[in-house]
Structures are given as C-alpha cells and as structure tokens.
C-alpha cells in the first residue's frame, strides 16, 4: 500500500517571501502521478500542481513549483512570492499511473500568509 | 469546472437515522469517489465506483454504502448515522489520474 506523509502541520510565511511545504511517500512502484491540492476557506479542492513520475524536469506553475526528487521519494512544494490568497491547507497526493487508481492523500500543511 | 454537485450542502441529523448524499456530475465521467475530510487525517476514500452498479470499498467504509445507477449519479448512505460519522463529505471524479472535486457537505450528525 501507498503512503504519503507530510510532516509540517502548520506553516506560517511572511508576504511576499517564499515558502517550501514537504511531502514523502512510499511506493513499490515506478509509474505514478504526484499532485499537489489546495483547500482555501471556502473547503473547495483545487489542484495546485501535478507531476508524472516519469518526467525528470520538476513541475512549475507560475508562482508554484516542485522539488521531486523520485530516489528519495520526495515531493516537496515552493511557492515564491507568497500572497495572502494562498492561506490554505495544502494536501499532498499520489496515485498510481494507468486506468482507475485510487488516490492517496497526505494529511495537509495549514499554511498561513502573514501580511 | 468538472461539473460536480452535491447535495445538500450542509445536514444537521440525529444519531440512528438514514442518510443519503448525492454526487452528481454532468461529463459522464466512469470514476467516481466519496471522500471524508477530518482534521489530521486528510482524506481517507469511503467508497468508489468505476461504472455504473459496479462499486467498491475504500478505506473507512464500515458504515456506508454507496449506489450508482446512473453514470451521473453516485449516492453515499449511512444506514443509521452516528457521531462519528460528522465530517465533511467530497464526492470526486477522476480523470487522466487527476481528481476533480465536489463543493463537499458538511455532516453534523447529533
């Protein structure tokens, strides 16, 4: 079974710094997705940033971008630029690649934007 | 915007009762989930489906059962609701291994 972990409950970060979130897990397998999930207030989930295991170049999306490093089972966040928009909880992913896949989810980083 | 409604939105209940949720989406889509949402615990997969009347369990089913008869529907019950079973309810759909979400449902079950 997979399991993914993230071990920083709540972060806090100044406005406009940069902030990294952490996320391991733990898999057998080789072919996989890696995603990343916001959850403002508001309680809907947003996808962040998704990452194919096969893919060696990290993932970025604006001010959004990984750190995957697949040996290591490491799976970590950075966001750059931090604006009080991005307040949230923030859950790490992981599904296995092909047909259906149930999707493991970390247990989430509040993370709080201070002006 | 995958579509994805839920209802009721919020449902205060009472420990021993029926309760039914409903997921429907509009892009027939195959895979469908129901997820619960508790603090320190993320969320944990209740139960899904990867066709219409074909379903099967996740992690924290004990308690719940699901139906879909439709593509565009999947329904979650609580046969008789306790208080453990107070949470916040996301139905998902699943596509090229990514999840969509529901709004979600707020369950206070008293």
């Known amino acids: 079974a997979q399991t993914v972990t993230q071990s920083q409950p709540e972060m806090s970060v100044q406005e406009a710094e940069t902030v990294t979130l952490s996320c391991t897990y733990d898999?057998?397998?080789?072919?996989?997705?890696l995603f990343w999930y916001k959850q403002p207030p508001s309680r809907q989930m947003i996808l962040v940033i998704r990452?194919?295991?096969?893919?060696?170049q990290n993932a970025t999306e604006n001010r959004f971008s990984v750190n995957f490093q697949k040996a290591a089972k490491s799976f970590s966040l950075k966001i750059s630029d931090s604006q009080l928009g991005d307040t949230a909880m923030y859950f790490c992913a992981f599904t296995l690649s092909g047909g259906y896949q149930k999707v493991t989810f970390g247990t989430g980083t509040k993370l709080q934007v201070i002006p | 915007d995958a579509g994805i409604t839920q209802s009721p939105r919020h449902k205060v209940t009472e420990t021993g009762t029926p309760v039914t949720l409903r997921c429907h989406q509009t892009e027939n889509h195959r895979y469908m989930y129901w997820y619960r949402q508790d603090p320190g615990h993320g969320l944990r997969l209740i139960h899904y489906?990867?066709?219409?009347?074909?379903?099967d369990k996740g992690e924290v089913s004990d308690g719940y059962s699901v139906s879909r008869s439709k593509t565009e529907d999947f329904l979650l019950t609580l046969e008789s609701a306790t208080s453990s079973q107070t949470s916040v309810y996301f139905c998902?759909?699943?596509?090229?291994?990514?999840?969509?979400f529901g709004p979600g449902t707020r369950l206070t079950v008293l």
């Open positions: 489906s990867y066709g219409v009347k074909d379903t």
């Open positions: 990452q194919e295991a096969y893919k060696q």
């Open positions: 998902a759909i699943s596509v090229a291994g990514e999840q969509f």
């Open positions: 898999t057998s397998e080789n072919n996989y997705y």
